[in-house]
């Protein structure tokens, strides 16, 4: 088993994993910050944790949450083949129930499962940083529906959590942020304190 493995794998069982171009700056930015500590919300089968992994050279402790079970245990086997059990962490369940329960710092918290509850993992990713913590955040531009009028009831829900996420982003003092048109929309946002 591979990392090419599982990127194929995720790709037939059309799990959205992330995306080339969102890798490539994501790598950058891990890189730039060197992060000891990441919180993942949305593990699906350890693609990307494996990624950040790594590209840190496994320096890194990273926590990750992933709400189906199958994915859940398919990740943790992808990420005993690849022997990194001392370094990645798979919490089960349901990331809005768990992210409470949670009372430690992390330097990077990587937010990619469900868009509509969007603001309320921004709420616990907050609290769960520190001064120069970076919050990233896959698909926030969701196929362009949040920038568009016209959007279909079945995304509707995504699409004002989505807004609302952007909007707190953006209007919070104490964050920079800046998003990008890479793959879905990856929002990266610094806490200034
Ligand atoms: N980060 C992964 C892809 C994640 S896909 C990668 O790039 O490899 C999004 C995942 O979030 C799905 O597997 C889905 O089951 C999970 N998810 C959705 N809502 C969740 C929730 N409330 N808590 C935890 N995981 C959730
Ligand atoms: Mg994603």
Known sequence: MSIDNIKQNAINKRIPILMEDT???????????????ILEIGTATGYSAIN????????????????????????????????????????????????????????LIFIDAAKGKYPIFLKEAIRLSHKGSIILADNVLYKGYVMSNYNKHKQRTAVTHLREYIKEITENPNLETKILEVGDGLAISKVLN
Do not use: C, H, W
Request: hydrophobic letters at 40%; aromatic letters at 6%; proline letters at 3%.
């Open 52 to 107: 950040f992994s790594s590209i840190l050279n496994n320096n890194v402790y990273i926590d990750t949450i992933e709400l189906d079970e199958t994915r859940a245990n398919e990740a943790i086997e992808n990420i005993n083949n690849m022997k990194l059990e001392k370094y990645i962490n798979v919490i089960k369940g349901n990331a809005v129930e768990i992210l409470p329960t949670l009372d430690e710092s992390y330097d």
């Open 23 to 37: 890798l490539e700056v994501t790598k950058n930015i891990l890189l730039q910050v060197k992060p000891k500590k």
